[in-house]
């Protein structure tokens, strides 16, 4: 029942949550913590946090033991599923998403387990673990035992923030229990906590900048398409309405002139409206366009294509040539 390493990408999380029957929800990469950027990707339900891990790393901040019981929050149990968990731990303490099925009975089942339970949950659920396996990348030697990082290797690890029940929380699923960052009366809508969080990220980055530049920052949103959709109608509604008041006030005996122009102005207002909306929705709809290529190329197993290509060349006796170009061209960029 092992786990693939999967890449940290926008496009692959986003298909990930889908694939586990999340609804309304899209994963985007932030490359500003600026509070105009984050309050465009509003209502934001959380945010994910992905640095080099150091083994070591002294962390004196308070674990809570004890936790609110209606906080989801697990250990990680799990070899490469770091990305995964911080997703879940995100969806699974955002009541206002539709989280669908699975989760919803994960989160039912495991509502009274120890953390360290809830991490085993996690593993032993089919349908996760077939949506992140997903994104496994071909190979053409499948080893027996999954390798284990040593001290040399690099490993990266995932954390969550977000508001619950009028606490900011850092979620890691290698501490014990969550972390507080502090009371945040607001939820997941409103701009309280984007304030809260901002610095204490901020200052993680400075702090890792130093000797690390390979670290991201992800936001878990609502579903673009749906909220410019939402705004597109409502701004055809408007325009429907206009039109119907232009009409009636231009069939009047003595028009009032200024009212003609008062409604022509705020038609126009809408109509810009209408034209932006769609713009974006345009957008949206190239973007995940993009990420299905991506993502399919990421899953597609091109190795038989290798091999095939690489012994036709042979059969041709085109292959050893190549290799002793690029050989003697290796040694000359050496020199």
Request: proline share 6%; aromatic share 8%.
């Amino acid at each position: 029942m092992s786990w693939c390493t999967i890449e940290s990408d926008p496009g692959v999380f986003t298909e990930l949550v889908q694939q586990m029957q999340v609804k309304g929800v899209q994963v985007e990469e932030l490359y500003s913590l600026d509070l105009e950027t984050l309050d465009n990707l509003q209502p934001v339900y959380g945010l994910i946090f992905l640095f080099k891990w150091r083994p070591g790393e002294k962390d004196d901040r308070l674990v809570i033991k004890e936790p609110n019981p209606n906080l989801f929050f697990a250990n990680q149990v799990i070899n490469n599923a770091c990305a995964t968990q911080a997703i879940l731990s995100i969806l699974l303490n955002s009541p206002d998403v539709d989280i669908g099925p699975e989760l919803s009975n994960l989160r039912e089942f495991t509502k009274n387990f120890p953390p360290e339970l809830k991490g085993l949950a996690i593993n032993n659920s089919e349908a996760i673990r077939t949506a992140h396996n997903s994104f496994a990348r071909p190979e053409p030697f499948v080893p027996e035992e999954q390798k284990v990082a040593t001290k040399d290797d690099d490993v990266y690890h995932f954390i969550s923030y977000l508001p619950f029940e009028g606490v900011l929380y850092e979620l890691d699923g290698l501490k014990e229990g969550p972390i507080s960052l502090g009371q945040c009366p607001g939820g997941q809508g409103d701009m309280d906590w984007l304030r809260m969080v901002q610095p204490v990220i901020q200052e993680r980055i400075e702090r890792y900048s130093k000797s690390e530049i390979r670290f991201n920052l992800m936001a878990i949103i609502k579903n673009r398409k749906e909220m410019y959709t939402a705004e597109l109608k409502e701004y055809q509604r408007r325009r429907e309405r206009i039109l119907q008041q232009l009409a009636a006030a231009q069939s009047e005996r003595i028009p009032d002139n200024g009212k003609l122009e008062e409604l022509n102005k705020s038609l126009s207002e809408v109509n810009a409206g209408i034209e932006g909306a769609t713009g974006k929705i345009l957008m949206e709809e190239e973007k995940f366009k993009k990420w299905k290529t991506e993502n399919i190329r990421r899953k597609h197993n091109y190795i038989p294509f290798l091999f095939n290509f690489l012994k036709i060349l042979a059969e041709k006796k085109q292959l050893k040539p190549l290799i002793e170009k690029a050989q003697q061209k290796k040694v000359g960029n050496s020199s």
